[in-house]
């Protein structure tokens, strides 16, 4: 928004749509995007697991806003509906969301933005914690994405016993299908990935040879854009906001927003 006027119109429309996922399931999701004839870049938001929730919707409407056809698909649909904490307790109860399932959706919401007539052709995934180990994921597993932003994503790197029947493969093991330029943003405070964690992914990426730029805060732990909560760091909240419209620029082109 840096081109920004107070002369310019503003617009925006956000509801609930509805589109094919794994297993030619019907999944809902949240979309919002700007009025107007476009061409608009695109950004799937992969939620964290405490669910499809209101700081995700809010962000949704963020994307919009900053001139991007947004969409964030309820990942947990499989697990019936209700409140968000009680269909995300289901989905524990369960051993968590199957990796596989993940990745169809998500593929299918970003063939959902590109299908669009106001689209520009390019879709970046955006997620935080699960979402953001989800977003790598589906970034080394598919070709859904022209760019990726993992914030402080969880569990990219899996060892042995961490595996379990539906996460059964440690996504870092799958770098190398890495098919975009990756924005990575992390706090040194953070135990899930802790600073250790962190440098073997990008050890990792560097050695093969992928497009990637990690940006790190001494002062941040795990989940520091969540402004409703008291992990919440404002400068670093504003830094890391500043980095990630600065990549989707760049990657997917600007917007007419």
Same mark, same amino acid.
């Given at each position: 928004?840096?081109?920004?006027?107070?002369?310019?119109?503003?617009?925006?429309?956000?509801?609930?749509?509805?589109?094919?996922?794994?297993?030619?399931?019907?999944?809902?999701?949240?979309?919002?995007?700007?009025?107007?004839?476009?061409?608009?870049?695109?950004?799937?938001?992969?939620?964290?697991?405490?669910?499809?929730?209101?700081?995700?919707?809010?962000?949704?409407?963020?994307?919009?806003?900053?001139?991007?056809?947004?969409?964030?698909?309820?990942?947990?649909?499989?697990?019936?509906?209700?409140?968000?904490?009680?269909?995300?307790?289901?989905?524990?109860?369960?051993?968590?969301?199957?990796?596989?399932?993940?990745?169809?959706?998500?593929?299918?919401?970003?063939?959902?933005?590109?299908?669009?007539?106001?689209?520009?052709?390019?879709?970046?995934?955006?997620?935080?914690?699960?979402?953001?180990?989800?977003?790598?994921?589906?970034?080394?597993?598919?070709?859904?994405?022209?760019? #990726? *932003? %993992?914030? $402080?994503?969880?569990?990219?790197?899996?060892? +042995?016993?961490? &595996?379990? =029947?539906?996460?059964?493969?440690?996504?870092?093991?799958?770098?190398?299908?890495?098919?975009?330029?990756?924005?990575?943003?992390?706090?040194?405070?953070?135990?899930?990935?802790?600073?250790?964690?962190?440098?073997?992914?990008?050890?990792?990426?560097?050695?093969?040879?992928?497009?990637?730029?990690?940006?790190?805060?001494?002062?941040?732990?795990?989940?520091?854009?969540?402004?409703?909560?008291?992990?919440?760091?404002?400068?670093? #909240? *504003? %830094?890391? $906001?500043?980095?990630?419209?600065?990549?989707? +620029?760049?990657? &997917?082109? =600007?917007?007419?927003?």
């Amino acid at each position: 928004m840096d081109d920004y006027t107070t002369d310019m119109y503003e617009g925006m429309l956000a509801e609930t749509v509805a589109f094919e996922g794994h297993g030619g399931n019907r999944i809902n999701a949240y979309f919002a995007r700007p009025l107007g004839p476009g061409p608009f870049p695109g950004v799937v938001l992969v939620h964290h697991r405490p669910g499809w929730d209101e700081w995700y919707k809010e962000v949704t409407r963020k994307f919009a806003y900053h001139g991007y056809l947004a969409v964030c698909p309820n990942l947990y649909f499989s697990y019936g509906h209700g409140k968000p904490e009680e269909v995300t307790e289901r989905m524990r109860a369960a051993g968590g969301v199957h990796d596989d399932d993940v990745v169809a959706d998500v593929a299918g919401a970003a063939a959902f933005l590109r299908s669009l007539p106001i689209s520009n052709g390019k879709v970046a995934g955006f997620g935080s914690c699960s979402g953001g180990r989800h977003v790598f994921l589906v970034a080394c597993r598919t070709r859904s994405f022209d760019a #990726a *932003v %993992d914030c $402080w994503g969880g569990s990219v790197i899996q060892r +042995g016993d961490q &595996l379990t =029947p539906n996460a059964p493969v440690s996504p870092l093991d799958y770098a190398e299908g890495l098919s975009c330029p990756l924005l990575g943003l992390f706090g040194d405070e953070d135990t899930n990935p802790s600073k250790a964690m962190v440098d073997e992914t990008e050890a990792e990426l560097k050695r093969l040879g992928k497009k990637y730029e990690f940006h790190r805060y001494p002062k941040a732990g795990h989940g520091f854009f969540y402004h409703h909560s008291p992990r919440y760091r404002q400068e670093e #909240a *504003v %830094d890391g $906001w500043n980095k990630v419209w600065e990549f989707l +620029g760049r990657t &997917l082109g =600007p917007s007419p927003r």
